[in-house]
T-cell receptor, first 110, second 118 residues
């Protein structure tokens, strides 16, 4: 059973556009929601994270929007660049465990 | 470079065999996490150690075991290997054990070990 559902599986965006990746969860005990970026041949790297008592967090071009009542959160990449092309994973922490989404492969075309 | 090292980078073995994957955490990190990444299952948490003690257990098969040594490096042992065990295995480390938010609980991932079971 997938604890965190992520969509879309793949995304193609023009340079300068907005990339949006969505995640949904069911377990209301989750208390920390990070997003990871993974380039081919590398391990995931923490990009940005949010706590459920905050509705939005912005770091540079990356923003997490969090909707606690809907149990959904999303990553927005503004002014997407070809260098942003990577796989993005959302995750949620419950206890000492992290549950990951299945990943979104983002391609930003020049 | 995250500072987490994993060896070997690639491993090819046959079904029924046993392998050991090694992870050295970042200097000062006490926690080590093991993950399995496969195409169909995504990233799955296997197990966490904190300062030598098992802290959390995820979807780890009984054929798999892990330990963290006094110098804080960790090993993941996979035995009676099956074709379906072929995957990328990542190790991550953090300063703390995962009770807080960001900061000391940020996980830094190593480059992974690609295991191919033939």
């Amino acid at each position: 059973q997938q604890q965190v559902k992520q969509s879309p599986q793949s995304l193609i965006v023009q340079k300068g556009g907005i990339s949006i990746i969505n995640c949904a969860y069911e377990n209301t005990a989750f208390d920390y929601f990070p997003w990871y970026q993974q380039f081919p041949g590398k391990g995931p790297a923490l990009l940005i994270a949010i706590r459920p008592d905050v509705s939005e967090k912005k770091e540079g071009r990356f923003t997490i929007s969090f909707n606690k009542s809907a149990k959904q959160f999303s990553l927005h990449i503004m002014d997407s660049q070809p260098g942003d092309s990577a796989t993005y994973f959302c995750a949620a922490r419950g206890g000492n465990q992290f549950y990951f989404g299945t990943g979104t492969s983002l391609t930003v075309i020049p | 470079d995250s500072g987490v090292t994993q060896t070997p980078k690639h491993l090819i073995t046959a079904t029924g065999q046993r392998v050991t994957l090694r992870c050295s955490p970042r200097s000062g990190d006490l926690s080590v996490y093991w993950y399995q990444q496969s195409l169909d299952q995504g990233l799955q948490f296997l197990i966490q150690y904190y300062n030598g003690e098992e802290r959390a257990k995820g979807n780890i098969l009984e054929r798999f075991s892990a330990q963290q040594f006094p110098d804080l490096h960790s090993e993941l042992n996979l035995s009676s290997l099956e074709l379906g065990d072929s995957a990328l295995y990542f190790c991550a480390s953090s300063v703390a054990g995962g009770q807080g938010f960001q900061g000391a609980d940020t996980q830094y991932f190593g480059p992974g070990t690609r295991l191919t079971v033939l």
